[in-house]
């Protein structure tokens, strides 16, 4: 892939993203929690794309992969207002393709509220919105009111999860599914059933949540969270192609 470029924002934070260019809606793809655009998911899109000239967005959050910052500091919100500062500095105005992983599926949602019709479609792999609240029991979520970092076993790394009280906290305000999600578009959600991070009924609350009529959820049975297998990056693949051809018209 390309080197990354980096975005400056006002207050000194740098954004690394890689932008390939070309017609047609921009697939951006928002990576989970504590992950980057090195992830093999959105390796294996980013490069798909530029093989076929098409546009495609990845990032680092601040506090992730190679953008500056700390972890700690790091919210939903503040991870949504980095990416409508990129989207407006690399792509201002271009019609757009969101796919989210994990904590990036719900990034996506609040993003496409935020962006309304500039979105033509949404692709969530495992999406987790709501996860603060439904990810937690009682114990921990007390231990986070009290400004506590909560550290929990860490399936994919040697190192612990943290989840800081600020995230938690912020993604509590950004709860979407005790109401109507205001996305339109057409959606399209991944989801494992050996999910062993996100229980897979969240893919059918999300489903009934949002306002669009052009919904479709597929279980896949035997995957799980990541669903990086390469079975399940062909179907990803399918996917985003599938809306993309839909939006300009292809056959």
Request: hydrophobic share 45%; net charge negative.
């Amino acid at each position: 892939m390309t080197e990354p470029a980096f975005l400056a924002l006002p207050d000194g934070r740098r954004i690394a993203h890689r932008f390939t260019d070309g017609p047609g809606p921009v697939l951006v793809f928002l990576p989970g929690y504590m992950s980057d655009m090195a992830g093999s998911k959105a390796t294996f899109l980013f490069d798909h794309a530029a093989a076929r000239g098409q546009p495609c967005l990845l990032l680092d959050y601040s506090g992730c992969g190679q953008s500056s910052g700390l972890f700690a500091d790091g919210s939903l919100t503040r991870w949504r207002d980095e990416v409508l500062a990129l989207l407006a500095a690399v792509c201002p105005a271009r019609e757009l393709i969101l796919a989210g992983s994990s904590m990036g599926g719900w990034l996506m949602l609040l993003l496409a509220e935020a962006l309304g019709n500039r979105v033509n479609a949404l692709v969530g792999i495992a999406p987790a919105p709501d996860f603060t609240d439904w990810g937690f029991d009682d114990a921990q979520k007390a231990l986070l009111v009290t400004g506590e970092t909560l550290y929990e076993e860490n399936p994919y790394g040697p190192e612990p999860t943290p989840t800081h009280p600020l995230f938690w906290a912020d993604g509590q305000e950004n709860r979407l599914l005790h109401r109507p999600v205001d996305v339109a578009c057409p959606v399209r959600i991944l989801q494992g059933q050996h999910d062993l991070d996100v229980p897979w009924d969240t893919a059918l609350s999300l489903a009934t949540a949002l306002r669009s009529a052009d919904v479709q959820v597929t279980l896949i049975k035997d995957g799980d969270h990541r669903l990086s297998r390469d079975p399940d990056l062909a179907l990803l693949l399918r996917t985003v192609d599938g809306l993309r051809d839909s939006a300009t018209g292809a056959d």
